[in-house]
């Protein structure tokens, strides 16, 4: 039997613990603030928490968070739900930066983290953005900033745009119809610890322009999980995500279309990323992965690097583990393109389908090395499309077939059916992955995380069949 948390058990869970000199600002109808202006920004501390009550029209307003939080008293915004779920939206058309703040970079993002002059904390930390709908930093759109002028959004604004901070966590949240959905920036390796979690992240990009994408991310340490990707807008050729960081953990999320759906390259402005001891090793595992007929690049995954500078490459290890690859390009489609021969990926217990003939299929673009074993692979698939010149290494116990046993593959329910050659067909986690990237989990359409009920060997893909056991439904607010 399942069982979900509700919104306000949650709050109590994450707020009954709050500091007794820490504020609570309702915004909103009928509320002590009728506009986001009138919260006092420059002066949060840690245990506030800022709450956005929906209503019927859109906010038009823009702001910095520059604040330090702590683990047990983060500085939260929080958008309040309407009667029938509707997130509060935030709007960056015609939106005014609200009075009491002074920050550079004002046309690159709709909320921004860090680099205010009012505040003037170094680095905010410990502040937690959830339940906003998002939407609209990008050009010809235009705000009015601190000064009261008139200014146009840059190709690269970002809904969530951090330009520095550690600790921080976006959930739960809308982001679309933004040059970048969120972007964060390394800042010299003093960005870290960022966690973006069960948001829903599509439609923005810049229609005609490779360089805006869903998401656009460099930090030491962070995590997606359990987000929904969808395309980027129609005519922008960016990526789905792409990101520069060190210590990258991609786990539990539905990424669907873009240029690629994950752009995993070097850190191109930041010497201490590519130092960094976790840069040279990354984790990608649980994910449902799906490349649409005419979706840009034929390559679901890149990794490595694209600066030209290729000493500063990713190089190192790829875990490509117990993810589903679906594509239904009439053409070729290739997993994933390794930039050089000092990449190597482990690729094992995936599932890897198309629905053109297995022929369409590789595994690589050429360099690198492709250790791979325990995969289900459409039979008649290749290699590469092309010579290899780095090695693919076949490890064995792949299954082979036609069709995986999918339980609703044209309703894209790509849970297992009951008796198929994909349960227990998996290996078991290599050491070295436990116990930070065992696969507790599983995605549950849309933007959830079930329990994943393993009953004897690990399935092969993203899913793990119930039976009786069932799978536990529960709310996302972080787990390790």
């Known amino acids: ?36 202006g009138e919260v006092p920004w420059a002066s949060l501390q840690a245990g506030d928490l800022v709450r ?26 929080q958008g309040v739900p309407g009667p029938q779920g509707q997130l509060p939206v935030i709007d960056a058309e015609d939106a005014e930066t609200v009075p009491g703040v002074n920050f550079w970079n004002e046309r690159r993002g709709l909320i921004k983290i860090g680099g205010s002059n009012t505040p003037s904390n170094p680095i905010p930390q410990h502040i937690i953005v959830e339940h906003l709908d998002l939407r609209s930093a990008r050009p010809p759109f235009q705000f009015t900033n601190d000064g009261g ?7 690269n604004a970002a809904s969530l745009y951090v330009e520095i901070g550690q600790h921080i966590t976006f959930r739960n949240n809308i982001i679309h119809n933004s040059g970048n959905g969120i972007f964060v920036g390394a800042n010299g390796g003093e960005t870290q610890d960022i966690l973006i979690q069960n948001n829903h992240i599509y439609d923005n990009g810049i229609v005609g322009r490779i360089f805006e994408h869903n998401t656009y991310t460099a930090a030491i340490g962070i995590i997606y999980e359990g987000n929904r990707f969808g395309a980027l807008r ?31 390259v070097d850190a191109e402005d930041s010497a201490v990323l590519v130092n ?9 595992y649980g994910n449902v992965l799906i490349e649409s007929d005419g979706q840009g690049n034929s390559q679901i995954l890149h990794y490595g690097g694209d600066s030209g500078t290729t000493a500063d490459y990713r190089k190192g290890d790829l875990y490509f583990y117990n993810n589903t ?25 995936n599932v890897y389908y198309g629905t053109s003939n297995g022929g369409t299929l590789a595994l690589v673009g050429g360099a690198g090395t492709l250790e ?97 056991l069932g799978c536990d439904l529960i709310f996302m607010d972080g787990f390790d």
């Open 52 to 77: 956005i009550h929906w209503r019927s029209t859109p906010y038009r307003e823009k702001w910095v968070i520059n604040a330090v939080g702590t683990a047990m008293a983060p500085i939260v915004v």
């Open 234 to 264: 129609d005519g922008a050729g960016g990526n789905n995500l792409k990101d520069r960081s060190a210590g990258l953990v991609v786990r539990y999320n539905w990424i669907e279309d873009g240029n690629r759906q994950l752009d995993l």
């Open 276 to 284: 960094h001891p976790s840069y040279s090793t990354t984790h990608v």
């Open 325 to 349: 690859v679906i594509s239904t390009r009439s053409g070729n489609t290739t997993l994933m393109g390794l930039s050089t021969n000092d990449e190597t990926a482990h690729m094992f217990n």
């Open 149 to 155: 002028g008139t200014e146009t959004y840059s190709n």
């Open 1 to 36: 039997m399942k069982s979900l948390l509700t919104f306000s058990a949650v709050l109590c869970f994450a707020f009954g613990a709050r500091p007794l000199q820490a504020a609570v600002y309702e915004v909103g109808p009928n509320q002590a603030l009728s506009r986001i």
């Open 372 to 468: 791979f074993e325990h995969n289900w692979l459409k039979s008649g698939w290749n290699d590469c499309h092309c010579s290899p010149t780095g090695a693919v290494i076949n490890l064995g116990n792949n299954v082979v077939g036609t069709v995986p046993g999918f339980n609703d593959f044209n309703n894209q329910d790509f849970s297992l059916a009951a008796s198929n050659e994909l349960q227990d067909g998996g290996m078991s986690l290599p050491v070295n992955l436990i116990p930070d990237h065992d696969l507790y989990r599983q995605y549950h359409r849309h933007q959830i995380i079930d329990n994943r009920p393993i009953q004897g060997s690990l399935d092969i893909g993203a899913f793990e069949r119930c039976d009786e």
